[in-house]
Nanobody, 128 residues
């Protein structure tokens, strides 16, 4: 079992930046495939970014490519999502997810049903 807790959300103006962090307890995240998803009101949960357990492969949704960066800090047992050039359409609750599966390709990372562990979410609000 692993417990995930997100932090770093908040209110930011369009064009600004935020850094979300997903902290784990119970197990080391170094052996987990990680993902970030988001859900806006009235919309389905959507994939944002994913990172392989070794950190060698990172994937992004087209809508955030070039603006967001996912990274892993094994010493702190965290996975971060750096978000730059934020837009009002980025506003959502952001969730961290983890799985022991080895996922291959972005199409797999995009599937929330393949992740076994989820955090409670952190709100990101972007004002225009």
């Amino acid at each position: 079992q692993v417990q995930l807790v997100e932090s770093g959300g908040g209110l930011v103006q369009a064009g600004g930046s935020l850094r979300l962090s997903c902290a784990a307890s119970g197990r080391s995240l170094s052996s987990f495939t990680m993902g970030w998803f988001r859900q806006a009101p009235g919309k389905e949960r959507e994939f944002v970014s994913g990172l392989s357990w070794g950190g060698g492969s990172a994937y992004y949704a087209d809508s955030v490519q070039g603006r967001f960066t996912i990274s892993r800090d094994n010493a702190k047992n965290t996975v971060d999502l750096r978000m730059n050039s934020l837009k009002p359409e980025d506003m959502a609750v952001y969730y961290c997810a983890a799985t022991t599966r080895t996922l291959v390709g972005r199409s797999a990372y995009r599937r929330p049903d393949l992740y076994a562990y989820w955090g409670q979410g952190t709100q990101v609000t972007v004002s225009s």
